[in-house]
C-alpha cells in the first residue's frame, strides 16, 4: 500500500433547501504513508468535514475515502481500530490521572492487560509526561495535557493519527513543543498523520505535503517549498499610518510598473513585485506622491499565505475571519 490516505470526489452538504450549505465540492488527495501531511484552509474551508469522513464520524453524499487500505463506507469498524483521531477539544477525563487515562483507553481498545501497562509507561515516557503520570490530569498544563490526547489516540498503535487543529489555544513554547512530537510521531513510529490547521506556520513547518482547501476545494497541492517555489519574484507589504486612505494607496499602488496581484486587507496592501529591492523605490515615490503616510513596509520571499492568494483570489487572514462569521450564521441558521 504506497498510500494511507486516498480521497476522491468527497461531496458533503449540510442541511436542506435553502438552508443548504455544500461544506465539500469534490475534495480528493492522496497521502504517502509514512509522512505528515496537512489540510491547511482558512476557517469553514471545509477541513473538519473531510476529517469526520475519514474517520467514520461522517458520510459524504458522493465520493469514496480509503483509509489504511480500508474502504471508509464499507468497514468502518475496522477503520476505527486502524486510526487514532485527536478532536479539537480534549477527550481525555479531567477527574482521572493520566496512567488511569490512558489505562482506560487501553480497555476501551482491548489491549491485554500487561500491553496496557508497559505501552502506557511507553507514552508517558515519550511525551515528558512521566513525571506527572499519577496527578489528576485537570492539574496539568494546556501543552501537557494536548500530548497527553495524542498519547491517548496513539495508545492502541494505529497507522494513521489524524489531529484536528492540534496547537489551537496552546501558547508558543507548548506549539513548538506540540510540533516536535507530531515530528517524532512519523519519525519513530512510522506513523502516517494528517493534521488540519488555519495556520499558514504550521502547515509549512510540519507537513511533508500539503493541500490548501478553500471553500469546499482543493486549490493547490505540494510539498510547502513546491507551492512557494510556484511563485515567482517578492511580496510588498505596506502598511497604512490611516486605514481611511486604501482606496488612494491602491490607486497609487497601481500606477507603479511590475505591481501585480494587489491586495487589501484593513489598513494592509499586498503585492506581488518581480524584484522587491528594485520595485520598492518607485512604489514609495508613488504613495508619498498620492499623500499616503505609511506606518511600515516590508518585502519578504513567497510565503504560504501568498499562494493561497493566489490559488483563491483573497488573503488567508480575511478568509478565515469571513469564515469564522460564515459560521456562526450557519449555525445560528442549523
Ligand atoms: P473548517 O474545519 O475548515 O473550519 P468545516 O468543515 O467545519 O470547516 O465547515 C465547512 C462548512 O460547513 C462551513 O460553512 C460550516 O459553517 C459548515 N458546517 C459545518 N458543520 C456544519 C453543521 N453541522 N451544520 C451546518 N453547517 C455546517
Redo the contacts with the bound molecule.
Keep these: 500500500m504506497e498510500h494511507a490516505i486516498e480521497a476522491d470526489g468527497l461531496v458533503k452538504t ?2 436542506k433547501g435553502a438552508k443548504a ?1 455544500r ?1 465539500l465540492s469534490g475534495v480528493g488527495f492522496a497521502v504517502p504513508r509514512g509522512t505528515v501531511f496537512g489540510l491547511l ?1 482558512p ?7 473531510t476529517t469526520k469522513i475519514l474517520t467514520t464520524l461522517s458520510t459524504p453524499d458522493s465520493g469514496t475515502a480509503v483509509v489504511a487500505g480500508l474502504d471508509v463506507a464499507k468497514e468502518p469498524g475496522r477503520v476505527r481500530h486502524a486510526i487514532g483521531y485527536v478532536p479539537q477539544r480534549p477527550c481525555f477525563d479531567p477527574t482521572a490521572t493520566g496512567r488511569e487515562n490512558l489505562t482506560l483507553q487501553g480497555h476501551v481498545y482491548g489491549l491485554p492487560r500487561a500491553d496496557i501497562r508497559s505501552r502506557g509507561d511507553q507514552l508517558l515516557e515519550r511525551f515528558g509526561l512521566a513525571e506527572a503520570a499519577n496527578r489528576i490530569t485537570k492539574t496539568w498544563s494546556g501543552g501537557m495535557q494536548r500530548k497527553l490526547d495524542v498519547a491517548l489516540a496513539l495508545m492502541h498503535r494505529p497507522q494513521v493519527l489524524f489531529l484536528d487543529e492540534p496547537t489551537t489555544g496552546l501558547d508558543p513554547e507548548a506549539r513548538a513543543d506540540m510540533w516536535a512530537e507530531i515530528s517524532g510521531v512519523t519519525r519513530a513510529d512510522g506513523v502516517t498523520v494528517l493534521l ?1 490547521t488555519h495556520y499558514l506556520e504550521e502547515a509549512d513547518q510540519l507537513a511533508d505535503r500539503l493541500v490548501i ?1 478553500d471553500r469546499g476545494q482543493v486549490v493547490a497541492e505540494g510539498t510547502p517549498e513546491e507551492l512557494k517555489g510556484g511563485l515567482d519574484g517578492d511580496t510588498v507589504q505596506v502598511e497604512l499610518a490611516d486605514p481611511g486612505q486604501q482606496a488612494a494607496a491602491r490607486r497609487a499602488i497601481d500606477t507603479v510598473h511590475g505591481v501585480g496581484d494587489v491586495g487589501v486587507d484593513g489598513a494592509r496592501l499586498h503585492a506581488r513585485v518581480g524584484n522587491g529591492a528594485a520595485t520598492l523605490p518607485g512604489l514609495l515615490a508613488a504613495l508619498e506622491g498620492a499623500g499616503v503616510p505609511l506606518a511600515s513596509v516590508t518585502v519578504a520571499r513567497p510565503s504560504l499565505d501568498d499562494v493561497y492568494l493566489r490559488h483563491a483570489g483573497r488573503s488567508f487572514h480575511s478568509a478565515d475571519r469571513a ?1 469564522l462569521t ?2 456562526a450564521a ?2 445560528v441558521a ?1
Excluded: L, M, P, Q
Design positions: 449540510y442541511g450549505v461544506a484552509g476557517n469553514g474551508a471545509g477541513k473538519s468535514t488540519t482547501i469564515g460564515d459560521r450557519t449555525e442549523a
